[in-house]
């Protein structure tokens, strides 16, 4: 089980990050040099996001999906909101990571890869480990190869705060993990692997992006594995108890997805030899307990919904292979990506709320599977 931060290292809760200044912007490189791009899981939650972003920086997009979390819909919504001649710049092929057909198809002429795809949750995880497997690293595997062979100059893949497991004290630091506590986990550090190796072997530029608890527009709150902003607003907007695991005293990193956005840009764009091979947290850089992020959420519905009851939440056993805290050290993206977080958490709720009462519901239909990959 993970071992507890000493008390001496436990920060204090944070909604926001510490500030060191203006994060560095790609979008007017990007637009003066527009760029062939390949985003894995495009119709998922993080993907479709990052194809809405490239498209309205003017740049050429080809998705991949095989939909098994993805949603058309998240593609649909990307059509209503980009210019026509924008939307034409993108191709969606709807294929499999763990097919080697597939991920060559994908790559022919891509210069950047943005490897989204996989199939998230830790409970998923260690109820089908196999499945977690074949999406996490043979899919991996697949694209790092394809993408090399077609000469995409670089290869920017999403790894997850889970791969820290048991590794004692706060904040985490990249060089600093512990033993994992779940395939998933597992999974995300042979990715890690794999693209290490092809850097050194290859010499094919990789760039490793820890999430740590991405939420915002578009995430699902359906399915067998929810994530908790999602799954808390659809709850207290349709006056359904919410269920905490734990006493609620157990706090993470929440980044909301436009950080996550700049961050893909960013290493996308980086010009510092330095700053290639590595793997960088990416995150608020500030901590909230699932207490205090009930009460920011339950505020943020009742402001807009006053009608609805003030809720208390329901308190429920642990789940296995959770980590207890989370708070991710950003210095190092600052220092080699320019990265600063654009967005902080109340903001964030605020704008995750307004999408899921702009479609008069508690977010979009459901799916067959559980929700896109996330950290």
Same mark, same amino acid.
């Given at each position: ?232 607003? =659809?709850? !207290? $907007?349709?006056? /359904? &108890? +919410?269920?905490?695991? %734990?006493? *609620? ?84 993206? =600052?220092? !080699? $990506?320019?990265? /600063? &977080? +654009?967005?902080?958490? %109340?903001? *964030? ?27």
């Amino acid at each position: 089980m993970e071992q507890e931060p000493e008390p001496g290292n436990l920060p204090e809760p944070m909604t926001r990050p510490p500030s060191a200044g203006a994060s560095r912007d790609p979008a007017p490189e990007l637009r003066a040099r527009p760029l062939k791009w390949l985003v894995t899981g495009a119709a998922g939650f993080i993907g479709s996001h990052l194809v809405q972003a490239l498209l309205e920086l003017d740049q050429t997009v080809t998705g991949l999906d095989n939909f098994t979390t993805g949603r058309p819909a998240n593609l649909d919504e990307i059509r209503a909101r980009v210019a026509p001649e924008r939307w034409g710049r993108f191709r969606m092929i709807a294929g499999d990571l763990a097919e080697r057909r597939d991920c060559a198809r994908a790559c022919e002429g891509v210069e950047i890869v943005l490897h989204q795809a996989g199939l998230g949750s830790v409970p998923r995880s260690l109820a089908d480990p196999a499945a977690s497997h074949r999406s996490n690293v043979t899919g991996f595997l697949n694209l790092l190869i394809a993408a090399r062979a077609a000469g995409a100059r670089r290869f920017i893949y999403a790894s997850s705060s889970s791969v820290y497991g048991d590794a004692a004290g706060l904040p985490r630091l990249e060089d600093r993990v512990g033993r994992v506590l779940s395939p998933y986990a597992a999974t995300k550090v042979m990715g890690e692997t794999y693209a290490g190796v092809f850097g050194l072997a290859y010499q094919f530029p990789c760039i490793g992006l820890r999430y740590f608890n991405v939420f915002g527009p578009r995430q699902d709150p359906e399915g067998a594995y929810p994530a908790v902003i999602p799954l808390w607003i =659809r709850s !207290l $907007l349709q006056d /359904e &108890p +919410v269920f905490i695991n %734990g006493t *609620g005293d157990t706090s993470r990193d929440f980044c909301f997805i436009d950080n996550v956005v700049h961050a893909n840009l960013l290493a996308a764009t980086t010009s510092d030899p330095a700053a290639l091979d590595q793997v960088y947290n990416i995150a608020l850089g500030g901590r909230t307990t699932l207490n205090e992020l009930f009460a920011l959420i339950q505020a943020a519905v009742r402001r807009r919904r006053p009608d609805l009851a003030q809720r208390e939440p329901v308190y429920r056993a642990t789940r296995a292979g959770d980590v207890r805290h989370s708070l991710a050290d950003i210095d190092k993206a =600052r220092r !080699l $990506l320019g990265y /600063e &977080p +654009v967005c902080d958490l %109340g903001r *964030g709720l605020e704008a995750t709320l307004e999408w899921h009462l702009a479609r008069g519901r508690a977010g979009p239909p459901p799916a067959n599977q559980p929700p896109e990959s996330r950290a």
